[in-house]
């Protein structure tokens, strides 16, 4: 007998995002250097061309093996686990000093379009220029993100080696961290192997980006383990930033011309802050930590398109990289779920939207055009549909070109396993569990152990829910939606209904098979928005956009005339149904 497959509304899917990525996670790999991903996509030149960059290794190893791994987890389909392999031993293999660090290979001179001088307060923009770095180093970022990389590694197959790496990793973070009274820093930002600080020595130049993104995974195995540890280091770098720098100003804003302006670090790190404050229960801390959310997100759009840097560039001149998305879609989930249920709208809109809109799904426009022989820097063979499903390094506000003078005709590819790491996030908190309640925060297509969730946005307002197993539902309702305009019914019969604190409708004395349908009027307006720097006029529906004005030229973004409808378009669909879920 063949399974069922439903008719369901052929509206947004996270989990065709994930599947779409895949296609990009295993075709941006270089066979011939044991499977390194290409940091640079460059889409100027005729063919298009991928290009190996210093942070294919602890920084961009670990990324694609932790998108690879949620992929799998969102979509149910275990076709990329060669390349997981791969991935995984390719990353061990940079823990070669035997002192707990990720290093980058030794006697590997790469090309470099970003040479940053670790001691330096200046980036060395070298475009197309031939740099030679010996990059036999420890550099602090790539010890973040290996760190995620590990840790979804261990979520995932609960490996003792992967543990024992992880331990590893943070003794040997915790042994170059500087300590002071009751807070650590780091003192550089690449560590050669062997060296020694001293405790004199005062901390790098950009403690947010090279110190302050390694807390939120440090707070996440704590989490998940218990490792004391790693909540000191956690803790330490906390207090250094918040206490004992000017990483953030008394509003929440920040700016610089180097690290200090860039946003991704800036979010990653406050990331950190926040899960800090939730961690020890500091409601004076998490108010502080919202302010500065609260502050960066006004300079970014309400889609969920923000600047790379603040301070560095004029706005209308800077990209917006998906790894920031990610990171500003992390801490509103941290903020949402600890009450600040305001920001599950925010977290929807930047989903429908800019998340989205970033990955790459028509190439035809990419010159491909001649063929070139690949090196052992680049690769210049059908890279127009390697690269599809990655997600954009330097997107612009109507179109997937930005404005960045130097770098808008590229993809820099850490930003496409941030694009499916930020899918991951939102679809693990679709539908979540708290004292034996299920909450409904987005209303997106979701199937759990509880229940299964249709929306018909942006064509109707409207969702449904079949209850599989699930006693007390709440589901949130848009902060748009007028309450007394609701039309609510269980098993088709019209009901009055409950509203609880934060928006949701509750639900109590359900049974499995009952179906909960709620429909509403689709708000449908055009707002005009100053988004750096420039006036553009919004058409939304419900919480997802149809049309930025004035439209994007080159690759313009949100071509949705065919979601401008009142009537659903239908189709047959099996969400994957996961009972693993990795909690980050």
């Known amino acids: 007998m063949k399974n069922f497959v439903p008719i369901v509304p052929k509206t947004l899917n996270l989990e065709e995002h994930a599947e779409l990525a895949f296609n990009h996670l295993t075709n941006n790999l270089d066979a011939n250097r044991n499977f390194l991903p290409y940091f640079h996509t460059i889409f100027e030149t005729d063919p298009a061309e ?11 190893t670990a990324r694609y093996l932790d998108a690879l791994i949620l992929c799998r987890n969102m979509c149910g389909s275990g076709q990329g ?13 940079y823990f070669d000093e035997n002192d707990g660090l990720c290093y980058r290979p030794a006697h590997t001179s790469l090309f470099s379009t970003a040479v940053f001088d670790a001691d330096s307060v200046h980036l060395k923009l070298q475009k197309d220029l031939p740099v030679m770095y010996n990059c036999h180093v420890a550099e602090l970022f790539d010890q973040s993100r290996t760190l995620i990389g590990l840790i979804t590694w261990y979520k995932d197959s609960c490996e003792v080696e992967v543990k024992d790496k992880i331990d590893a990793l943070i003794e040997g973070l915790d042994r170059i961290s500087i300590k002071k009274d009751d807070y650590c820093y780091f003192s550089k930002t690449e560590y050669s192997p062997g060296y020694v600080p001293a405790n004199d020595e005062v901390p790098n130049h950009a403690p947010i ?49 180097d690290h200090n302006g860039q946003s991704h670090g800036h979010m990653s790190a406050l990331t950190g802050l926040i899960f800090y404050s939730i961690t020890i229960n500091n409601q004076e801390l998490l108010q502080w930590s919202k302010k500065a959310f609260d502050w960066f ?45 305001e920001y599950w709208d925010h977290i929807e809109r930047f989903t ?23 090196t052992w820097l680049s690769s210049f063979d059908n890279i127009p549909e390697r690269v599809r499903g990655g997600f954009a390094g330097w997107g612009g506000i109507n179109d997937f070109i930005g404005s960045n003078p130097m770098f808008s005709h590229r993809m820099m590819n850490c930003c496409s396993p941030s694009g499916v790491h930020a899918l991951y996030l939102v679809w693990e908190n679709i539908v979540t569990e708290k004292n034996s309640e299920i909450y409904v925060n987005l209303l997106l297509n979701h199937r759990s152990k509880w229940l299964k969730l249709y929306n018909f946005m942006p064509y109707e307002g409207k969702i449904f829910v079949s209850v599989d197993n699930a006693h007390i539902v709440n589901i949130k309702i848009p902060t748009w939606v007028e309450f007394s305009q609701i039309n609510f019914s269980i098993n088709n019969e019209n009901q009055d209904f409950l509203v609880s604190e934060g928006d949701y409708i509750r639900i109590k004395g359900l049974k499995p098979r009952d179906t909960i349908v709620i429909e509403f009027p689709l708000k449908k307006e055009v707002i005009p928005e100053t988004i750096a720097g420039t006036e553009y006029k919004i058409y939304w529906r419900g919480n997802t956009v149809i049309r930025v004005f004035p439209e994007g030229e080159e690759y313009p973004l949100y071509q949705r005339n065919h979601l401008d409808s009142d009537q659903a378009i239908y189709e047959q669909k099996s969400y994957n149904l996961s009972l693993k879920r990795l909690n980050w």
């Open 297 to 341: 997100i006004q300079n970014g759009s309400s889609f969920g398109w923000f600047p790379e840097f603040i301070g560095r560039l004029a706005p209308s001149q800077e990209g917006c990289e998906t790894c920031t998305i990610n990171d500003v879609i992390c801490c509103a989930i941290l903020l949402a779920r600890s009450g600040y249920y």
């Open 352 to 374: 429908r939207n800019q998340l989205v809109e970033n990955q790459l799904r028509d190439t035809k426009w990419m010159k491909s055009s001649c063929r070139k022989e690949d």
């Open 81 to 93: 686990i060669n390349y997981e392999n791969k991935l995984k031993e390719l990353l061990l293999g």
């Open 209 to 257: 980006y090279f110190g302050g993104t390694l807390i939120y995974p440090l707070l996440k195995y704590y989490e998940l383990t218990k490792s004391r540890k790693a909540f000191k280091l956690a803790e330490g770098l906390s207090k250094h930033i918040i206490f004992h720098t000017k990483s953030y100003e008394s509003n929440g804003g920040f700016a610089g011309k």
């Open 50 to 60: 991928a290009r190996h960059e210093m942070f294919d290794y602890g920084d961009l």
